[in-house]
């Protein structure tokens, strides 16, 4: 095997797969809903009328408002200065003009749960409330008919991008009457703003996701709701919401949906039943101009996560609570810590991928580093000088083996010469060579990739890390964003050609050797015009400590071999 290919090789292909599995990404953003409309439903509205009365809440870190027309959220806008950019606020409502579809919104009907013996509560799904008390930091919404009397109540907790919402439901009637509630967050996004471009995923992915109070995290993504994947248990159709929800088993500690920056979350709190968690993401498009959501350019999909609620029965007079906590914002791990005071399983909305063990313990130096020196760019190089300096004794047989294999060039190309019209019997010589001079290339190869795991987490560390999210550094404006001037990702690429000089094939093609000489940095010059800033410190980083490292292993090994030739000499010459 030339030059220790295998490891790179390997190590290319999984920066490919880690290019479009996460990418750079946020939650934000201006999207139209007009050439959307709501399919039709068999969800019953009351007469909204024309009026709409507004209730805004305010914090150090978000403004948040709330609609008289089925009270939930309107609007949710980041205000601290690091979520402001442009000078317009990081608003991450989607369906602002969507009543049916807007975050916090409480359904009472839902028709996959309907007794026939027991007439609803309500008439409608969505009602025009009363607001009776309107503060910055507390909402108040009434609503009243002959069967039935509604309060909802939605205050600002005091804990970062966190509200609680909630509702009482008060039977009127002079019989039993019956409800099933259903707690709602939603985004909704099209398909050119997922779509990915080159090598770089799109900001707006989003996912929904479940998870239990044991800490376990159920994702989907739109692939996870196809068509022939809603089949056996586990999917509930409701005629209320059309499409099918997927019910995630285990009792719900978060239902969200969210993507790496960003996530909106709920946390189910007072209640007389368990609720279950069910997710959706539904594809809409304009079924009047088009026939199927591809030819439609301004399709897209509503992603769709709810807790809902066992079927109750309340006798005259009789009244029920329902309240649960929401999260809207940054996937910050200080602010998610204090969610709930600390109580729930939030740090979990962060995912961190497969080597989420590892990837923990980075976040938690990487923190660390940040609280000794406030800079992030600065964190990020400490970071990746300790992960390689103690990873460094992996690379060390990698180099030693690249070495000796360098020393066999010469016969190497001999066999090359040999044996060009027979591969077979070249393949053959080639170990037979190895095998005299005690070189195993695959000795090399099998330390880096024990150490992959680590730069696999290092990597989903910063692409996940919202700490970066218009952050400057150096001439970066944003270390979540590619470099507007492209400067780095040509340092990158002239640091991938000066480590391909240092490191030349062993043999082979001379045309092969150019290839890989200027493919390489070329390659990776392009993935850095796509990638977070951040990402490409990390990069540079690591590619000069590589250059160093290298050296250093190499000056070595030549130090020993001539010291053990001169102490030979003079072995000879004594004797």
Request: charged share 20%; glycine share 6%.
């Amino acid at each position: 095997m030339e030059r220790d290919s295998a490891f790179r090789f390997l190590f290319i292909g999984g920066l490919i797969v880690l290019l479009y599995l996460f990418g750079s990404k946020l939650f934000g953003g201006d999207s139209s809903l007009v050439a959307q409309p709501l399919r039709r439903e068999t969800v019953a509205v009351s007469p909204l009328g024309a009026g709409e009365r507004l209730c805004d809440l305010r914090s150090a870190d978000f403004h948040a408002t709330l609609s008289s027309k089925g009270a939930s959220l309107k609007h949710f806008a980041l205000i601290a200065p690091k979520y402001v950019k442009y000078g317009k606020a990081q608003e991450l409502s989607t369906t602002p003009d969507v009543p049916l579809r807007q975050q916090l919104a409480f359904l009472w009907r839902n028709e996959g749960a309907k007794r026939k013996d027991i007439p609803w509560q309500l008439d409608f799904d969505l009602v025009n409330y009363e607001l009776v008390r309107a503060t910055d930091k507390e909402c108040v919404f009434h609503y009243k008919d002959a069967n039935v009397e509604l309060t909802r109540t939605v205050r600002v907790t005091g804990n970062p991008y966190e509200l609680e919402a909630a509702a009482t439901i008060k039977n009127l009637a002079s019989d039993k009457r019956m409800h099933a509630l259903t707690i709602h967050t939603v985004a909704w996004r099209t398909k050119s703003e997922v779509a990915g471009h080159m090598f770089s995923v799109s900001p707006f992915v989003t996912h929904v996701e479940c998870i239990d109070k044991a800490g376990t995290a159920v994702r989907l993504l739109d692939q996870d709701f196809e068509p022939e994947k809603f089949t056996g248990e586990g999917f509930v159709e409701t005629p209320v919401n059309p499409g099918d929800w997927r019910q995630i088993p285990g009792q719900p500690d978060i239902a969200a949906v969210s993507n790496a920056y960003f996530s909106h979350a709920l946390i189910p709190r007072t209640s007389p039943a368990v609720p279950v968690c069910q997710l959706q993401i539904e594809e809409r498009w304009d079924a009047s101009r088009h026939t199927k959501a591809s030819d439609d350019p301004q399709s897209g999909a509503m992603y769709r996560a709810r807790l809902a609620y066992p079927p109750q029965v309340l006798t005259p007079g009789q009244e029920q609570m329902y309240s649960v906590l929401t999260y809207v914002g940054p996937k910050d791990r200080t602010a998610l810590s204090q969610v709930g005071g600390g109580h729930h399983h939030v740090d979990e909305l962060i995912d961190l991928g497969f080597f989420s063990v590892i990837a923990k313990v980075l976040v938690a130096f990487l923190l660390k580093v940040y609280s000794i020196i406030p800079n992030w760019g600065v964190a990020i190089i400490v970071l990746t000088i300790t992960a390689r300096t103690l990873l460094f004794p992996l690379s060390v047989p990698s180099i030693k083996s690249m070495m000796k294999m360098r020393e066999l060039k010469p016969e190497l190309d001999e066999l090359n010469v040999k044996y060009k019209d027979d591969p077979q019997a070249k393949g053959l010589a080639q170990m037979e060579l190895w095998r005299k001079h005690k070189v195993n290339p695959l000795k090399g190869c099998l330390p880096q990739l024990a150490s992959m795991p680590v730069w696999f987490a290092l990597y989903t560390t910063l692409q996940t890390a919202v700490e970066l999210y218009n952050i400057p550094f150096l001439w970066f404006p944003d270390l979540s964003q590619p470099d507007p001037y492209f400067i780095l990702p040509l340092i990158i690429g002239l640091t991938s050609f000066v480590q391909q000089k240092l490191m030349p094939m062993q043999a082979g093609d001379p045309a092969q050797q150019k290839m890989m000489l200027y493919f390489m940095p070329a390659m990776f010059t392009v993935f850095m015009l796509f990638l977070p800033a951040g990402l490409g410190v990390y990069m540079f980083t690591n590619s000069v400590l590589g250059i160093l490292q290298q050296q250093a292993v190499e000056s070595h090994v030549r130090r020993t071999a001539q010291n053990a030739a001169s102490k030979a000499i003079e072995v000879k010459i004594k004797a």
